[in-house]
């Protein structure tokens, strides 16, 4: 192999409560040749959360200052607070070769595509929704109002699922998490990656030193 082979973009979306959180946490911690996008928000921390580790928490004025310097590659605004992905951080981790993964609402994957076309988009799906339902109820989180907002909003992103390039149905953990890495082992073969990479370049040398062909 020569040279650094660049890291992939992953772009996963899914509905609030789909488990995106869960099944990212067990990626992260399997792989380390992946690394999470932290995005900034200016919603407030929920109990546990940490700025700098799950969010950078702004204020709506830092948010706008970030948007008006061009800092984020994608931005939007999700149920009733914007989201951002800061763009330098995304590009300094994928030219040191690690794939970088960003949990985005579908807007922002959309965005994402249209940004980055080389990008791996992933939707990952509920088996229904009344499984999102129970996970939004058993996560206490959110209160009623605010987990009937979240499946109104889940019902119109499940309309963008064909605009990935992969679905994973979360009705089981682990065999989510195995396809997961599948999609990603299966990215990095491509053809286009490989070659882009220069992985093999000394296939094409123009006088390969080949030993001598038996005889018929
Ligand atoms: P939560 O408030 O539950 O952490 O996230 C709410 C939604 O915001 C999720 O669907 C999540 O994918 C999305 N989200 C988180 N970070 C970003 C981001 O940087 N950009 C966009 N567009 N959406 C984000």
Redesign the pocket.
Same mark, same amino acid.
């Given at each position: 192999m020569t040279g650094l082979r660049k890291g992939l973009l992953v772009v996963v979306?899914g509905p609030?409560g789909v488990g *995106?959180g869960t099944l990212l946490e067990r990626l992260l911690a399997l792989r380390k040749d992946c690394v999470f996008s932290i995005?900034a928000?200016t919603?407030a921390p929920r109990p546990g959360e940490i700025d700098g580790q799950h969010y950078y928490f702004l204020s709506p004025e830092t948010f706008n200052e970030w948007v008006e310097q061009d800092r984020f590659l994608?931005?939007?605004q =999700?149920?009733t607070a914007c989201? &951002?992905?800061p763009r330098e951080f995304v590009e300094r981790t994928r030219a040191q070769g690690r794939h970088v993964v960003l949990? =985005?609402?579908v *807007? &922002?994957g959309l965005e994402v595509m249209a940004a980055e076309p080389d990008c791996v988009s992933i939707f990952l799906a509920p088996p229904d929704l009344e499984a999102l339902h129970w996970r939004l109820r058993h996560r206490g989180t959110e209160n009623a109002e605010q987990i009937a907002g979240r499946l109104l909003v889940a019902r119109s992103e499940l309309k963008y699922m064909d605009r990935y390039a992969y679905t994973i149905v979360n009705d089981e953990i682990e065999r989510a998490e195995s396809q997961l890495e599948a999609v990603l082992e299966a990215e990095m073969a491509r053809t286009v990656r490989v070659i882009a990479d220069g992985q093999v370049q000394a296939l094409f040398h123009p006088e390969p030193a080949l030993p001598n062909s038996p005889g018929p």
């Open positions: 979306s609030s *995106k995005s928000t919603r994608e931005w939007n =999700v149920h989201y &951002g992905t949990d =985005v609402d *807007k &922002g």
